[in-house]
């Protein structure tokens, strides 16, 4: 109680600094929810209530819809930005692509395949993304990856949890593989921003179900073993030659049959995680499907 007044009492004299615009505000005038504090397991308690109370399945006519995704970025950045910044996430939302998620210019009309998956059909079924690469997310996920802001993990992760939980049934899913980094590039950056994401989610997943889930999170079954340049700033046939062969699979028997769920930060081309479904599949993988945080448009 006294430490929760002390805090109150923290943020009305020292304003927090918003992680995007350096503004400074304070949160606690506008936060939507109370915020627990940090402790891992009740946050994540929190986390699975709050799926238990709302079941968030959202499409209809066979479009996809973002359903309750802007309202969770709300929520779950109102500690680390400021109103305005908030209010600068655009969610991905139909007409889009019904393979790879693209949106479609066109804000009218139902969901179908677009031209470049019809030209060259990819190796994963489906790929959806929580929101646009661009404003907000995009200077969220740069603070994230680049600036080593690695207490935006968790939001990140529950924004990605809602959409795993909006778009996927459960049973579809039955490993987790966040997209591998080199060892060269884990040892400079010390940290796997893709695992990160999902390190929670057999958790949340347990303690929303009471029970230990069929889903499990594997960081080790696929290797990069090739050091690439960035992709960025790189073309289309740039970018795929690039990441050709960059993935090895190190343990086989892991993947046999699974239905996979592959997680990456930022969908642009999809070379990567295109190139990374090509070597699960090859290894035996049942399908593969992809979840970003963030889809380039
Ligand atoms: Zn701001
Ligand atoms: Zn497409």
Redesign the pocket.
Known sequence: MLIRIAKTFKQALFPTRCLVCGSFFHFAQHKICDLKPRATDENSSNIAQEFIEKPVLTSAQGNYCSGNIPKVFEKSMTPFLCPNCTSGFLPVESPQ??????MFKSRQGEDH??????DSP?RFRI?RSTGIYKYTLMAVIHCFKYKGKIQLARPLGTLLFTAFINFWDKMSIDLIVPVPLHIKKLRMRGFNPSFLLVKDWVRILELSSGRLPDIQVDINVLARKKWTEPQTGLGRKERLVNIKNAFNISDGSKITGKKILLVDDVYTTGATVNECAKVLLKGGAGHVDVLTLARSM
């Open positions: 692509c019904s393979r790879c998620g693209m395949v677009c031209g470049e998956c019809l990819k790929a």
